[in-house]
């Protein structure tokens, strides 16, 4: 007679165990007040979040690192609202950045400048495309820059908190492509990875890009560099 179909059994975490952080710019998580004025968390739909089914947490030990997002308002958080959120992510494995640096650094350089470029559209493209709002000429994206580099560096700083030797850091997308240089600056200690969730550009794109070489030069540092195609990679 055939055996009966037994459900296998997930293995659990082991304590004590490496651990794999996940770091992204948006943690994948959604946090409100709810109706008694207490903060809440669930998680979102996003590829990287903790999935209910099939997921690496049920066999290593797995943190998440990023900012919150979802309408939240960051520069009217109290101290106390900043406490009482760490507090209820806690217990989700999850761990928010508080970056002075995240706004300019995400809206202006990486949503004005690296996103497009990323998807082999020039800064002169956007400044007469007409489905864009229209954009200044800037080459040399001076102080997007400068809040990019400080956003990066903010995410090492609370990483050096958190992490200890063995564990294995997953940083995601173009908005922390300087985090494996910060992290190694400070700590060899950790494996790190990066992934990138969009096209990487040609090289006719890439040669014109604002700070491209400090860009590399924070990718080289990583021990695994991971690409959605073949021909980005190429």
Same mark, same amino acid.
Request: proline share 6%.
């Given at each position: 007679?055939?055996?009966?179909?037994?459900?296998?059994?997930?293995?659990?975490?082991?304590?004590?165990?490496?651990?794999?952080?996940?770091?992204?710019?948006?943690?994948?998580?959604?946090?409100?007040?709810?109706?008694?004025?207490?903060?809440?968390?669930?998680?979102?739909?996003?590829?990287?979040?903790?999935?209910?089914?099939?997921?690496?947490?049920?066999?290593?030990?797995?943190?998440?690192?990023?900012?919150?997002?979802?309408?939240?308002?960051?520069?009217?958080?109290?101290?106390?609202?900043?406490?009482?959120?760490?507090?209820?992510?806690?217990?989700?494995?999850?761990?928010?950045?508080?970056?002075?640096?995240?706004?300019?650094?995400?809206?202006?350089?990486?949503?004005?400048?690296?996103?497009?470029?990323?998807?082999?559209?020039?800064?002169?493209?956007?400044?007469?495309?007409?489905?864009?709002?229209?954009?200044?000429?800037?080459?040399?994206?001076?102080?997007?820059?400068?809040?990019?580099?400080?956003?990066?560096?903010?995410? %090492?700083?609370? =990483? !050096?908190?958190? #992490?200890?030797?063995? /564990?294995? $850091?997953?940083? *995601?997308? +173009?908005?922390?492509?300087?985090?494996?240089?910060?992290?190694?600056?400070?700590?060899?200690?950790?494996?790190?990875?990066?992934?990138?969730?969009?096209?990487?550009?040609?090289?006719?794109?890439?040669?014109?890009?604002?700070? %491209?070489?400090? =860009? !590399?030069?924070? #990718?080289?540092?990583? /021990?695994? $560099?991971?690409? *959605?195609? +073949?021909?980005?990679?190429?």
């Amino acid at each position: 007679p055939e055996p009966p179909d037994v459900p296998l059994k997930k293995p659990s975490p082991t304590p004590g165990a490496s651990r794999l952080v996940i770091v992204c710019y948006h943690l994948p998580v959604r946090v409100v007040r709810d109706a008694q004025n207490n903060w809440t968390a669930s998680w979102g739909s996003s590829i990287i979040a903790k999935s209910p089914s099939e997921s690496i947490a049920d066999s290593r030990e797995t943190w998440w690192a990023g900012t919150i997002h979802g309408g939240l308002n960051r520069r009217q958080l109290t101290d106390q609202d900043k406490d009482e959120i760490r507090a209820v992510l806690l217990k989700m494995n999850c761990i928010p950045v508080f970056s002075s640096n995240s706004e300019e650094g995400y809206l202006n350089y990486c949503k004005r400048i690296l996103w497009p470029s990323f998807h082999n559209v020039t800064v002169l493209d956007q400044c007469c495309a007409a489905w864009h709002e229209r954009a200044e000429w800037d080459q040399d994206a001076g102080s997007s820059w400068s809040a990019y580099e400080a956003m990066n560096e903010d995410f %090492r700083d609370m =990483l !050096l908190d958190f #992490l200890r030797a063995g /564990d294995t $850091v997953w940083v *995601h997308d +173009y908005h922390l492509m300087r985090l494996p240089l910060e992290l190694r600056r400070r700590d060899a200690r950790v494996s790190v990875a990066w992934f990138l969730h969009t096209p990487f550009p040609s090289s006719e794109i890439y040669r014109i890009l604002p700070y %491209r070489r400090e =860009l !590399l030069e924070g #990718l080289l540092h990583a /021990d695994l $560099v991971g690409f *959605h195609t +073949y021909d980005s990679v190429s």
